[in-house]
């Protein structure tokens, strides 16, 4: 389970153990070479080797520092559009794009940053999209048209709740060709209130496709909390109307996320339908970047969050499993700082789009 390739070198087995070199990309056209999507490996749902640990604290890691830079370009007017930050929500991107294999389809929403990165999108070519260059899409919106079919990246759907729709039909042509693989895509607590959402999980059930669909339930739907909208301790319970598997997953638990997400692949691939898995977890920041949560979340709340972050929680694991020291970490987030830096100078070199090529996928051809 060793991505390779791209702006960075794979995770070592200890990161203590030595910074490896990072590939400096030059300016160019193409866009950057992304790693190989990991391998499924033989220790998956009995327990995680300590190299698997150490990649998803990585992929981890990564997410925040790449979304923090993103974050500091958006104040100089470098990210072009909105920016949707993941902050406290790593865990539910990171550990459930590490649980499905090579060939399996994903779609990322507004906060999925770390599922492109963990399914092989290069922090390079991430950073292009956002500040609307040339690679990949020739400067289209940020996250909301950025997809790569041959990577098995279904991009975002701005209307919310579409996705389900189109990835309950991914899994149903899986499943007509006789393919062993699985759809997986994100919802937040808001959209399970659109009548897209239900008509595409309704879908879904009834043709028994192999999809597998998060919500990532962050208790605030823009500024209207879970409470105003669903009249549920858990929005899992809805799966029961449509005679599927529901789970709720501590989504701040890297590990249970991966976990979950991987009986629900291996349910899936065996032919037994959907699953909806919810993952609770907190929106640390506002909806967007410009929008400040301080004026309607109640400020007790991000404490208790704050104390519940998954990066800091998952290296508390980790240090005391004698996975990793604290000279380690250091060292990991050096690395990490190298390889967004090096991510950063190429997609600065990258050139602005080519207005010729406008309606380039907008309209078919012949």
């Given at each position: 389970?060793?991505?390779r390739?791209?702006?960075?070198a794979?995770?070592p ?6 910074k490896?070199a990072?590939?400096?990309d ?13 391998a499924p490996?033989a220790?998956?749902v009995?327990?995680?080797s ?8 990585y992929?981890?890691k ?11 370009l958006?104040?100089q007017?470098?990210i072009l559009g909105g920016?949707?930050?993941s902050?406290?929500?790593e865990?539910?991107s990171?550990g459930s794009?590490y ?8 779609a990322p ?8 990165l ?7 070519t991430?950073l292009s ?5 040339e690679?990949p ?10 997809g ?5 990246m279904?991009s975002t ?7 389900v729709s189109?990835?309950?039909?991914v ?6 060709r ?7 895509t994100y919802s937040?607590?808001?959209?399970t ?5 239900h008509?595409?999980?309704?879908m879904?059930a009834?043709l028994?496709v192999?999809l597998?669909?998060f919500?990532e339930?962050?208790?605030?739907a823009?500024s209207?909390?879970?409470?105003r909208?669903v009249r549920?301790?858990n929005?899992?319970?809805?799966a029961?109307?449509y005679g ?7 989504g ?8 979950t ?17 919810e993952?609770?977890s907190?929106r ?8 400040d949560?301080?004026?309607y979340v109640p400020a007790?709340?991000?404490a208790?969050?704050?104390a ?5 929680r998952y290296?508390?694991?980790?240090t005391e ?17 190298s ?15 080519d207005?010729s ?6 309209y078919?051809?012949?």
């Amino acid at each position: 389970m060793n991505p390779r390739g791209g702006e960075r070198a794979a995770a070592p087995a200890n990161p203590a153990a030595g910074k490896p070199a990072v590939k400096k990309d030059g300016p160019a056209r193409r866009e950057p070479a992304a790693p190989k999507p990991p391998a499924p490996a033989a220790q998956h749902v009995a327990g995680l080797s300590t190299q698997q640990r150490l990649e998803l604290l990585y992929w981890l890691k990564l997410n925040r520092a790449l979304e923090t830079r993103m974050a500091a370009l958006f104040k100089q007017g470098k990210i072009l559009g909105g920016l949707y930050r993941s902050l406290g929500q790593e865990a539910i991107s990171v550990g459930s794009a590490y649980a499905l294999g090579p060939g399996d389809w994903y779609a990322p929403v507004i906060r999925n940053m770390g599922t492109c990165l963990v399914r092989g999108v290069t922090p390079g070519t991430l950073l292009s999209q956002y500040m609307a260059r040339e690679i990949p899409v020739h400067g289209r919106d940020n996250a909301l048209h950025f997809g790569k079919i041959e990577g098995g990246m279904v991009s975002t759907i701005s209307p919310l709740g579409g996705l389900v729709s189109v990835m309950a039909g991914v899994a149903l042509g899986f499943r007509m060709r006789g393919e062993k693989r699985v759809a997986l895509t994100y919802s937040g607590d808001g959209q399970t209130s659109t009548g897209a959402w239900h008509e595409g999980l309704a879908m879904a059930a009834s043709l028994k496709v192999p999809l597998i669909l998060f919500v990532e339930n962050n208790r605030w739907a823009y500024s209207t909390p879970v409470s105003r909208q669903v009249r549920l301790e858990n929005i899992a319970d809805k799966a029961r109307a449509y005679g599927i598997i529901g789970v709720v997953v501590d989504g701040n638990d890297v590990e249970a996320v991966y976990s979950t997400t991987r009986k629900a692949v291996e349910h899936a691939r065996a032919g037994n339908g959907p699953t909806l898995i919810e993952a609770k977890s907190f929106r640390r920041l506002g909806h967007s970047e410009h929008d400040d949560p301080r004026k309607y979340v109640p400020a007790e709340e991000f404490a208790v969050w704050e104390a519940k972050d998954p990066i800091a929680r998952y290296e508390r694991v980790l240090t005391e499993a004698r996975v990793i020291d604290a000279a380690g970490l250091k060292e990991l987030e050096g690395r990490i700082e190298s390889e967004i830096d090096a991510a950063q100078q190429w997609a600065d070199a990258v050139p602005q789009p080519d207005p010729s090529r406008l309606t380039d996928g907008v309209y078919a051809e012949g």
